[in-house]
């Protein structure tokens, strides 16, 4: 039986904004549902955190999409389906932002053998021409998620997935979310997650 933490780290990181959700629209918002299929709604609004998921078709030329197999239907909805990208060394989505207010990059990634061949990749994701982190699913078999907070120099940005070895990179969904410039002040460079709390009532969670 798959652990528990499989369920955990796809419903956590979706609670943790519920709230705000609720409490303001989600203009600015860019959630994408990455290989959502071309028969399914477009966009749609994910039942349990309200927030409103798009096709990632228009943001990338690339890749091909497909649907996990291992534990189908344990997934919220955007991390039920990814795209994955055979062919190129550089596969890069591009999205339009407000240049210079700070962004939340949030980015989901499940393998559960979608290809049936039983071969979890390692990459790496770059922001533009710069490093941001490495892609280990033979480490993180259960899946992983990586977040960013960034503030772009002009109105695109590009978030990219780079092929390092013989294995295929992928991507289940991507979110970006606008900040106001007054959190998380840093003197220069992005600042990426270390570990997240989270308090609800007597119960306390530490991602």
Partial sequence: MESPHLVLMAVLGTLAIIHLVQAQDQQGFISLDCGLPSSEPSPYDEAMTGIRFSSDKEFILSGKTGRVRANAGVYLKPYETLRYFPDGFRNCYNLNVEMGRKQLIRAYFFYQNYDGLDIKPKFDLYI??????????????????????????????????????ETTPLISSLEIRPMGNGTYITNSGSLTLFSRIYLKDSLTHIK
Wanted: include cysteine.
């Fill in 128 to 165: 533009g021409p710069n490093p941001w982190t490495t892609i280990d699913l033979q480490k993180d078999e259960n899946g992983t998620r990586r977040e960013l907070l960034h503030i772009p120099k002009s109105n695109s940005l590009k978030i990219c997935l780079v092929k390092t070895g």
